[in-house]
Each structure stands twice: as structure tokens, then as C-alpha cells.
């Protein structure tokens, strides 16, 4: 098979924008090319040059520790940029579908939507693992991708790491992503290290839970480097803004601090979950950030936590999720404030 057979020929065929800078890779010289104003910024400091449209300096320290080639990495704004231009790349639109495993994150069937593009469905079991079966018989000719999200959101917990394997072999053809958003919180290894054995495999990750980043806008797409050629090509050519990418190197010097607040995190949660056993119904077991917990009364639970400005996600009405609401682990004084009230509503 080759890589590229899994993309749309418009976009093998397409010829992106140029830059003006692409034809100079130099940091001095006399740059008259760019239209740019040639003093400063308004503001003073020095955003009047256009940024690098690829991102190099990011993807190089970046490949380093996630042991990778540069060119084996997308950076977005936000993962959902990656999501975006995945099924752009892959599926034509009113023709081609992606397969989802229900329940899961919600913009993969946004995008989808979005780009008249069709959603099979292949709902997890009822403790949230993959049916193989049921995603088998769930693919046909016209899907492109399968998207799964391990550790899943809004469940918490890792997909069984063979069942994955299985279906990565399973469907050469089409496009298998692994949306690895919470990977930092999970004891499983990443799917990063299978890239090279599996051409038809691309792993998404973020910048916006563990290493604390949500505002800045940083999603990843790691792939064959054929794959994030075609998403260089559809990207906005500076997708990444200058102080976004300052940041992001910045960042990267700073792995340490993110796998502090990631211990921190985990022992909060292992406290939370302790606190809520007596007033849960169930505590689904977690590999990342989040417990999707059921609770007697949960709707009524969720709109007097909302009256008392304790935002938690009503997850109730989604597939496999009767009665459940998804709780970020917020810091020791928040997560306290969260039991005090839903004791609090229990008593009432
Ligand atoms: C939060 C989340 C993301 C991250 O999206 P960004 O656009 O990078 O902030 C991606 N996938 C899943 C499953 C998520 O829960």
C-alpha cells in the first residue's frame, strides 16, 4: 500500500500557497519581500515579521522528546485544527464516512457535520472498551477514518491497547486516528512509537490539559511524513502564530513541571475518588484528568451544583451514560468545595 493512497487526489494533486519566505530560509538579510512593515509593531514589540509557516524550531525540540522526526509532526491551533484537516484529507464529502466509537469527544462527528461527511457508529461496551466485532461490522467501503480516543473522553479510561493494534492492521486502507488528548495521564505507553510500523496510523495529542497550555491553542498530529506534507498543504499558512510558537519552545524546556502538575493531578483525583464512593452509584476507573461518575438524581445533582457555580459536564443523555456527569480534577480547595456540595444537595 502506499501512504498516499489514503489521501484524496485533489489533495495530492493541490499547490499550496508559497510564502514569501519560501524561498529564504536565512534568519539576516534584507527582507523586502514580505509587504511587512520594516520598524516594529504598534505596540512596540517586534510581532511585524510573519512567523515561520512550518514551525521547524517547535517540531525540532519537539521530535526530540517525543522521539520522532520533525517531519513526522503537524502543529495545529488546537488539536481540532488536526481533526479538521484529517477528514478534509481523506474523505469526499457527501460520499465518504468516518467510524466514531460513541461514546466519545464531541468534535469528531462536528467535523464531520461540518463537511457533509457521514458518521458510522460503533459504541463502546458498556464499561467502555472496544467491541472489535462491532467495529468491523460497522466499516464499509466509503469509511476513511476510524477515530478512537484512548484514554477516552468522556469515560477516562485507556482502550485495550491489542484491540487497537488489531484494528490498525486490520484496515490498512484507511486511516486509523488515535486521539491520545489525555496520554499524559495514563500509565499506557503512547501510540507515537507504532508510527513507524503502521503508515496508515496517526496519533493527535495536546498541549492544552496536562501541560497546561488551553489558551495558547496547540494540538499535534503525528504521522508519516507524507501524511503532514498534505497537512502542511491545507493548513493556513501561519497557522501558529509568533508568540504561540515563543511559548511552545518555551514549554518545551519545562517537560519537568508538566510531569509535576501530572503527579499532583493523579493524587488529587485517587483523593477525589475516595471522598465520592459513599455518594456515587459508580466511579468509572480513570487514566486521565476527568471521572465519569453515576449519581442518583444526577440532572437534578448537576443544575444545583450549577446554582452554587460548580460547573461540572452533564454527561446524562449521551449513549452509555444514563445518570453520569464528567468531573475535571480541579486543585485540593476546589475538589472540596465540589463535595461539600453535593453532600449538600443529598441531605436536602
Ligand atoms: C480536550 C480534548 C482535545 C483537545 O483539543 P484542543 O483543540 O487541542 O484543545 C482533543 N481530543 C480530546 C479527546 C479532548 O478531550
Known amino acids: 500500500m502506499e501512504v498516499l493512497d489514503l489521501i ?55 521530535a526530540k522528546i517525543k522521539g520522532v522526526k520533525p517531519e513526522q509532526i503537524f502543529l495545529g491551533n488546537g488539536s481540532d485544527e488536526a481533526i479538521d484537516h484529517l477528514i478534509r484529507i481523506t474523505c469526499t464529502p457527501k460520499e465518504d464516512n468516518i467510524l466514531i466509537l460513541p461514546p466519545t469527544y464531541g468534535m469528531y462527528k462536528v467535523c464531520a457535520d461540518i463537511q457533509e461527511v457521514g458518521i458510522q457508529e460503533a459504541p463502546l461496551t458498556e464499561d467502555f472498551e472496544i467491541d472489535p466485532d462491532t467495529v468491523f461490522d460497522s466499516i464499509n467501503t466509503a469509511t476513511k477514518i476510524i477515530w478512537i480516543c484512548s484514554p477516552n473522553n468522556p469515560s477516562g479510561n485507556s482502550l485495550d491497547r491489542e484491540a487497537i493494534l488489531q484494528i490498525v492492521k486490520a484496515f490498512p486502507h484507511k486511516m486509523v486516528v488515535v486521539d491520545e488528548a489525555y496520554v499524559d495521564f495514563s500509565s499506557e505507553p503512547s501510540f507515537i512509537q507504532e508510527l513507524d510500523k503502521y503508515p496508515n496510523l496517526v496519533v493527535i495529542q495536546t498541549f492544552s490539559k496536562a501541560w497546561g497550555m488551553a489558551g495558547l491553542r496547540i494540538g499535534t498530529a503525528y504521522a508519516h511524513p507524507e501524511i503532514i506534507k498534505i497537512l502542511n498543504k491545507v493548513k493556513y499558512p ?10 511552545l519552545l518555551e514549554s518545551l524546556d519545562k517537560e519537568e513541571q508538566k510531569n509535576t502538575y501530572v503527579k499532583e493531578i493523579l493524587a488529587l483525583r485517587d483523593q477525589l475518588e475516595e471522598s465520592l464512593k459513599p455518594l456515587a452509584e459508580k466511579i468509572f476507573p480513570s487514566q486521565s484528568n476527568m471521572l465519569l461518575v453515576r449519581f ?37 480547595e476546589e475538589n472540596k468545595i465540589l463535595l461539600e456540595k453535593i453532600e449538600e444537595f443529598y441531605k436536602k
Open 8 to 62: 484524496r487526489p485533489i489533495f495530492v494533486k493541490l499547490t499550496p500557497y508559497s510564502s514569501a519566505r519560501d524561498e529564504y530560509s536565512g534568519k539576516e538579510g534584507v527582507f523586502l519581500d514580505a509587504n511587512e512593515n520594516p520598524f516594529s509593531s504598534v505596540t512596540g514589540e517586534s510581532f511585524n515579521r510573519y512567523p515561520d509557516p512550518y514551525q521547524w524550531a517547535c517540531k525540532e525540540k519537539l
Open 238 to 247: 501561519y497557522n501558529l502564530n509568533q508568540l504561540t510558537q515563543a511559548k
Open 296 to 332: 442518583k438524581d444526577a440532572k437534578a445533582l448537576f443544575h444545583y451544583l450549577l446554582g452554587q457555580k460548580v460547573i461540572i459536564r452533564d454527561r446524562t443523555s449521551v449513549i452509555l451514560c444514563k445518570d453520569c456527569l464528567r468531573i475535571t480534577i480541579g486543585t485540593a
